[in-house]
């Protein structure tokens, strides 16, 4: 439940940036000093105006940029306001490639891989118990912990992510929106992991034949790609 409450904060978060993220121009930022008509509301002293200081960075930044854009944005022209119109349109282009490049509401493979490190651990002191297993058991076994580090989590913690942004999305303006998202993400999200657990280990009951095993492993390997693509 912890987990699911912290995964709907981050998609959350995510959702809103992308909504906000077409729209987004410098000249609806609200300011201080302007809201206060530059008069401080402490002491009454006249203030510097910090928009006019922003704009005036962006013209100066820009500036090169200036007169390319002004030729293709027939709306700046005149206004001297091409500089804040480029700006504007950075932001977005920039940061809409940015989330992209994180993945956006997807993990990212390495990311994946990242969280999946602490079974490692577990893995490890479990290998001791390996000592005088004939090494088609012990090839068996590593085959499972390649399968659980490198498909079983990782895949896990996609749909974990999916799950919160399908519920995040269809549960909006329901009464009480974030207790149901957190437990239907919750309960999809273990159950999911039981399942995908439960196809890495059943084989092992073939203790003769290690086909199906093989068989699991590939499947799983063809989800990974298929979700991290």
């Excluded at 895949?155 to 974030?178: I, N």
């Amino acid at each position: 439940v912890l987990v699911a409450s912290c995964a709907r904060c981050h998609v959350r978060g995510i959702l809103q940036l992308e909504a906000q993220l077409p729209m987004f121009s410098v000249q609806h930022a609200r300011c201080f000093c302007c809201d206060h008509d530059h008069v401080d509301p402490l002491t009454g002293e006249d203030m510097m105006c910090d928009r006019r200081m922003v704009y005036d960075s962006l013209e100066e930044w820009y500036y090169s940029c200036d007169k390319e854009f002004m030729a293709t944005d027939a709306e700046a022209a005149g206004t001297g306001l091409s500089h804040l119109r480029f700006f504007n349109m950075q932001v977005q282009i920039r940061i809409h490639s940015l989330l992209s490049a994180m993945g956006g509401l997807r993990l990212r493979y390495s990311h994946a891989l990242t969280m999946a490190s602490p079974c490692l651990w577990y893995f490890m002191g479990r290998a001791k118990y390996l000592e005088g297993l004939p090494w088609l058991e012990i090839g068996r076994w590593a085959v499972y912990v390649a399968t659980v580090l490198f498909a079983v989590t990782p895949v896990a913690g996609q749909l974990f992510l999916l799950y919160c942004a399908y519920f995040e999305r269809a549960l909006a303006g329901r009464s009480r929106k974030w207790l149901l998202s957190i437990v239907a993400t919750s309960i999809s999200g273990s159950m999911s992991f039981s399942l995908l657990w439960a196809l890495a280990a059943l084989p092992f009951l073939y203790k003769s034949n290690p086909l199906p095993q093989l068989l699991a492993s590939s499947a799983l390997g063809v989800l990974v790609v298929w979700l991290f693509r």
